[in-house]
């Protein structure tokens, strides 16, 4: 091989070199390159670790049910910072304060299960909600609060801009990123159009991008955080007459006489009443501050910007979430005051809007702090609920309707739901969508069954399209606790499907108000919900008596069983029934009849339905079942090890032989957990049961015989103490072994190879052996066995651990 000057057979030759010294250098410049690669991988993987470790402290101030959520997004945008907001505040506490004072509205239009229709929020007479700002905002109910309020709902890349910081950054805020948000909207591509206070149309030469930007320059504030918020305020929607106008009230310069010429972008001061926009205008005309008045567009959208500088993002309410739920405890303004909107979904849907426009010019993975708020007394989103009766609820479809196969109407139609079709709801769930206007329509749905032409059907069905069958029935003015069980114990908001028939207040107790049946719902404020359902009598049918389905009842100890009540008729009034134990300590009895046992003894379990009618079933609470194991423990003896049982005063050991009966060998303490049985039979079988007892006064309280466990007697496993070397082989040494007759030494020449008996030693108290006409060079593996001669029978205890030498 020759090595030239240039890369081309033409040049001149430099050097010759031989094929072996060819190899060699190939071989060094392959050591050179593999290190070189390992060093810089080894440098990656430090990097990335490192990087990995410092994202992991950095969100150590948050619980660990947020972390699941930001650490999604932190693989997708690393980025991204996340702040903890220690508010201080108990999460309960604020929705209870949210959910007053007419603090979160939404639109009619939505979901009834998102609508409060307590007293004051709705007309049960008329069926219809009461109006609180202009004819279509309602009170929200409070599991729609407690949603919007859990910031872990939101921590996904679509609504995560609620918590973004709000202030003006000239290098990732552009008129450009303005127009994305502003797209679809009068406001896109536009310029400024408006009606002076002489009632006369004017046209600009200003972008209503341009003018966003102007404002957001002056005022410190986020160019993209403005265009959201006025798009949130007064829609999208064109003028009909106007270019460069938009249709709402608060900017068409038209709304009255009064407020000819007067713009609101922002709707600042048009708090909720009957006619919000004529305060936010009232409020646009007077006073001089933040531009005032707003005769044009250009002073309303730069005064309003200064406005929500001053008054929000420089007051500390600087994220959409806190100018929509202020939960700054030490704020500049009293906490759940000076809260930007009463939309509840309104911070949600100012952060989709900023979601789209970062999308959209590819800056979504810009570095971005986002500051998001952790109460106290956070909800668990692994808590579960069940109203009134566990299993199955039965119900018939009120409208035809497609059967899907997820909770959304995104999943696939598995089928249609007939109306007047008998149906099995099976589970109670949410939807699994993000928050949006289908989210807002059908949020919550049940999974059904039914049968249709000889078909199963099974899939999901909104909750609003099926009516269930009552499970309880009360009277008119009647009362009735509904039974709630929760897998920890926290706050349920209840909501009835129709006050008119029954009304349910914050503790679960329904009052029945007319004629029909309603279902109560329960929800969770992390959202899981349950249903019950009631008829509603208008004259009471009393109970004229109770069965059980059991009046003695025989439970181990920790166990438990369930009591079923039958009150008859089976359309009474007095259908409720509860439940007492005559001694907590001894049985336990819930609101649904699981008789839990606590303790050895005897008590009365009371059921008694709601007109007095009762019934009882004796309860007798006895030792539970111990497990036993037996081993060999020798030649002549057996170890027995149980559990120990809770709440008892000894046990009784039973043994038997192939053949015969079980016998009392032993009485034992409560507390002795083992028990050694000496004397026995090297090689016969032995049977071994155990069985716990209390006594009780002069009562002695008996628990059920253990399954059986097995043992025989047999030699101690041999424990070899050396192998030593020797000129001619290898000399074994080990421990002797009480009542073994003699050893087998087992020999093999590999690791994992074939063992071969080399040697039987019948002298009992010899316990070597030397092996000899080995191989130099070789490893040889041993074991060794001890055995026990009964009558010519051998009895084999166990191989003894491998020992190896190598000549």
Known sequence: MHLRHKPCYTKDRVIYLKKGLIRKILAVILIIALVTGLENYAGIVDTTVKAADAFETSINGFPASYKTYLRKLHNKYPNWKFVPDNTGVDFFTAVENEASHNRSLIENAYSKYLKSNLAGDYNASTGKYIAKDGSSWVSASKNCVAYFMDPRNFLDENHIYMFEQLAYDSSSQTQAGVEAILQGSFMYKNNIGYIDTAGKYQTTNTLYSAQIMTAAKTAKVSAYHIASKILQE??????????????????????????????????????????????????????????????????SILGGAQYLGEKYINAGQNTMYLQRFNVKSNGTYSIYTHQYMTN?????????????????????????????????????????????????K????????????????????VGVLPKNQAVTVTEVSNTDIEYGVRWLSNPYWYKVSFVKDG??????????????????TIAKAGRLKLRTTLKTSEQVYYLSDNPAIATVDDAGNVKGIGAGTVTIHGFTAAGKSSVSTINVLAKSIHATGIKLNKTTLKLKNGTKEKLKAKVTPNNTTDGNVTWKSSNKKIAKVTSRGNVYAKSVGECTVTATTANGKKVTCKVKVVPGTATIKATNNGYNSIKLAWNKLGDVTGYWIYRKTPGSKYKTIAKVSGTTVSYKDKNLVTGQKYYYKIKGYKKVGKTTYKGSKSKASKAYPKPAKV???????????AKLYWKKVVGASGYVIYRSESKTGKYTKIKEIKKQKKIFYNNTGLLKGKTYYYKVMAYRNMSGIYVYGKYSTVKQIRK
């Not at 608060?250 to 708090?271: L, P, R, W």
């Not at 039965?394 to 409208?399: I, L, R």
């Not at 909104?462 to 009552?470: E, M, V």
Request: glycine letters at 10%; aromatic letters at 10%.
């Open 394 to 413: 039965k119900g018939v479809a009120n409208s035809d309707v497609n059967v899907r196969k997820g909770p959304a109407t995104s999943y696939d139609a």
């Open 344 to 392: 509840i979904s309104g911070a949600a849907s100012e952060a989709a809007s900023t979601a789209d426009a970062y999308q959209s010019l590819g800056i979504a993975a810009h570095a971005k702090t986002f500051v998001i708020p952790v109460f106290n007394n956070m909800p668990s989103e692994s808590n579960t609920i069940t109203l009134g009766i566990s299993g199955n």
């Open 719 to 729: 424990k070899i103490t050396s192998i030593k070397s020797t000129a001619k082989g």
């Open 455 to 472: 078909k199963k059907y099974t899939g999901y069905v909104s909750a609003a399209y099926i009516n269930l069958k009552g499970e309880y």
């Open 234 to 299: 007064i829609g999208s929607k064109a003028n009909s007459k106007y270019a460069g106008m938009g249709a709402s009230g608060s900017v068409t310069g038209t709304y009255s006489k009064t407020y000819t010429g007067i713009y609101n972008f922002y709707n600042i001061g048009a708090t909720s009443s009957a006619n919000p926009i004529a305060n936010g205008l009232k409020w646009a005309k007077s006073g001089s501050t933040y531009q005032r008045p707003w005769n044009t567009p250009e002073k």
